[in-house]
């Protein structure tokens, strides 16, 4: 009786190996297959994750260029920007005070003490004609 015992066990046992071994051989195929199938489009997002990745490295070389250049225009144009708003003030303060007393005035040397020399001589006049009439152009 234990004979029969012992072989019903390995008889079971062995029903167990086929039937785990049978599930491992179809998971093995499963995952094969699903691999082949799965080769292409891994490749293919392989691919475009790379010429994203070139592309952002490119992007950020231009705007390297670009925040450079800008840093540049900065530099070198506010100066400009500051001596230009300083010679409007003053072609405004000599409006102002053009139209708070009209007078015309000619003088040979310095023009009542102005700081600006390229306003100082006897073109004084003219510039402050040029400059008029631009402001009279810009405004018309």
Known sequence: MTCIIVTVA???IMCINVGVLGFWYILQVEVSRLSEVSTPY????TVQVTSILENAELMSEDLKEVSTASH????HGTPDLIRAVNKTTKIIEKLERLSQHPVLKIA???DDGAEDTDNRGPD???KLSKQLAEIAREQG
């Open 10 to 12: 390995l008889i079971m």
């Open 42 to 45: 891994v490749y293919n997002a």
């Open 72 to 75: 540049l225009i900065a530099d």
């Open 108 to 110: 040979l040397g310095d």
């Open 124 to 126: 004084a006049l003219s």
